[in-house]
């Protein structure tokens, strides 16, 4: 059984660029959240994802958006990259009521 | 506002000895309760989860937390603290009320000396 698979593992970007984060949940699970974890800190909600909606959003600008698909797997764009964007990127899903599974992550620089 | 406090940022025991992490939380409700070990560079792996019932709960690689609602604290134990337990460890909260998201405290990294 499939934990939660994130893509790609590591990439680097240049400010001003667009990037592309991807998470497949693991497998009965229906809820996605995305975390950013900067260096030495601890993780920070993004936002969730249930029924294909923005469910909850914590506080990130605009610059951040995501979506769900049919099939439960996620998606988190980030427009215009800062240099303070850098930062390992979790994904984890959930049932509605239940326990996390975190993945292990995209690390993104921003340069 | 809801918030997660660990005290200890760094913390170095010797293999072999004991170990106890702190964790305190700020919230109106009950809330469900985590902790997640982190080593350098990848995702976080849950070592136990309270949501009701007994307040000590038993997790993996023979860690334990117990529930204390008068002190809102959820603090982790090992009775004996192997070199491989060195990484870093995060509390976090989850309250139904507010989405079920997760907030963390900011961790605290342990080092195990020989």
């Known amino acids: 059984d499939a934990g939660v698979t994130q893509s790609p593992t590591h990439l680097i970007k240049t400010r001003g660029q667009q990037v592309t984060l991807r998470c497949s949940p693991k497998s009965g699970h229906d809820t996605v959240s995305w975390y950013q974890q900067a260096l030495g800190q601890g993780p920070q909600f993004i936002f969730q994802y249930y029924e294909e909606e923005e469910r909850q959003r914590g506080n990130f600008p605009d610059r951040f958006s995501g979506h769900q698909f049919p099939n439960y797997s996620s998606e988190l764009n980030v427009n215009a990259l800062l240099l303070g964007d850098s930062a390992l990127y979790l994904c984890a899903s959930s049932l509605v009521q239940g326990g996390y599974t975190f993945g292990s992550g995209t690390r993104l620089t921003v340069v | 506002a809801q918030s997660v406090t660990q005290p200890d940022i760094h913390i170095t025991v010797s293999e072999g000895a004991s170990l106890e992490l702190r964790c305190n939380y700020s919230?109106?409700?009950?809330?469900?309760l985590f902790w997640y070990v982190q080593s350098p560079g990848q995702g976080l792996q849950l070592l136990l989860k309270?949501?009701?019932?007994?307040?000590l709960v038993q997790g993996i690689k023979g860690f334990e937390a117990e529930f204390k609602r008068s002190q809102s604290s959820f603090n982790l134990r090992k009775p004996s603290v192997h070199w491989s337990d060195a990484a870093e460890y995060f509390c976090?909260?989850?309250?139904?009320?507010?989405?079920?998201?997760?907030?963390f405290g900011a961790g605290t990294i342990l080092r195990v000396k020989s």
């Open positions: 976090a909260v989850a309250v139904m009320e507010y989405g079920n998201k997760l907030v």
């Open positions: 309270y949501f009701s019932g007994d307040t």
């Open positions: 919230y109106g409700a009950t809330p469900y």
